[in-house]
């Protein structure tokens, strides 16, 4: 090809960012656009959760990994859930573990990665990277679930159940849990077994009758999924959470109309967290022409200012 004669590839030139004070995170988003690296794919996923947000046909999937809730993150979650831009929340047992503590007052506490570990156990403090929690928390967590364990119904019951009852028995306004128990949405831990409460719910077992069907909630899961006229998905991470959402599509006709990355693992080990959404396609499980892109940092930084620039943008609630 002649070097001089034009090209498509060359039709939309890199426009700088420009910082203008009081400037509102929405704002800030849309100076991404004009940008490449980390700051154009975060514009574009802001574009098409606004999009999935938007749309009255499509059903919302979210995936929740990683340490979330300890990190601060869960009001945000438990807000749009609240607020009905969440339809389905597939997560992690553990995520679930930390949102229960925060909702019985047990705070998480700021600490230091540069920490003495062997000094730490010895003064009963457990880390999660930066964050600190004593392991009284624990103890009064225990307590907690021994006695939500107690008051289930006899009959056999399904995971996402058991994460009801659980949330019906909180009694905070940001947790994640209560606030999809009172508005109806499922949250759905097919590893709940690995988790403190998973582990607890095995201790009560061990005495007394406790029937949990780990397939039940494929059913109703499946269900969602078919009666989806559309479907996006913003995944968090990635692990159980992220296959659990995106195998659904295997069993269906239909494919994920649009979804988004969070991450800051990498394909090249074959892992599932770092597996592109590309990749997806291959399976069926995200469609040929699904709006879907993969943005690579720390979800605690994204997920705020995603979440921030879209509500900007949609009604207020």
């Excluded at 905070?172 to 949250?187: H, M, R």
């Excluded at 709940?192 to 719910?201: E, R, T, Y």
């Excluded at 078919?226 to 659990?244: F, H, T």
């Excluded at 979800?299 to 620039?309: R, S």
Aim: charged share 20%.
């Amino acid at each position: 090809m002649d070097c001089n004669t034009p090209n498509k590839k060359l039709s939309t030139p890199i426009k700088a960012a420009k910082i203008s004070p009081d400037m509102s995170v929405d704002e800030l988003v849309r100076e991404y656009k004009g940008c490449a690296f980390g700051a154009g794919r975060l514009a574009e996923a802001v574009d098409i959760y606004y999009e999935m947000l938007a749309s009255e046909k499509t059903t919302k999937f979210f995936g929740l990994a990683g340490a979330m809730t300890p990190a601060g993150m869960r009001n945000i979650v438990a807000d749009l859930i609240r607020d009905g831009y969440i339809d389905v929340l597939v997560t992690t047992g553990a995520n679930m573990v930390h949102d229960t503590v925060e909702a019985l007052g047990l705070h998480h506490y700021k600490g230091t990665d540069c920490a003495n570990d062997i000094q730490l156990k010895n003064e009963c403090i457990d880390r999660i990277y930066d964050v600190y929690l004593p392991d009284q928390h624990f103890t009064d967590l225990e307590e907690f679930l021994q006695g939500v364990y107690s008051g289930l119904p006899q009959e056999k019951l399904s995971i996402r159940q058991v994460l009801t009852e659980i949330g019906k028995n909180l009694d905070d306004d940001s947790s994640i849990l209560k606030t999809a128990a009172e508005v109806g949405v499922p949250v759905y831990c097919p590893a709940l077994q690995d988790s403190v409460i998973g582990l607890q719910a095995w201790l009560y077992k061990e005495g007394n009758p406790l029937h949990v069907d780990a397939f039940a909630d494929m059913h109703e899961f499946m269900e969602i999924c078919y009666a989806a006229e559309s479907a996006g998905a913003l995944l968090l991470g990635g692990g159980v959470p992220k296959n659990y959402i995106l195998q659904s599509m295997l069993v269906t006709p239909k494919s994920f109309d649009y979804a988004i990355q969070l991450t800051m693992d990498h394909p090249e080990t074959g892992g599932l967290s770092g597996a592109t959404l590309d990749e997806a396609q291959s399976w069926g499980k995200v469609g040929e022409n699904a709006k879907a892109v993969t943005v690579y940092a720390d979800a605690t930084i994204t997920l705020p200012l995603m979440v921030a620039a879209v509500r900007t943008r949609l009604p207020k609630r």
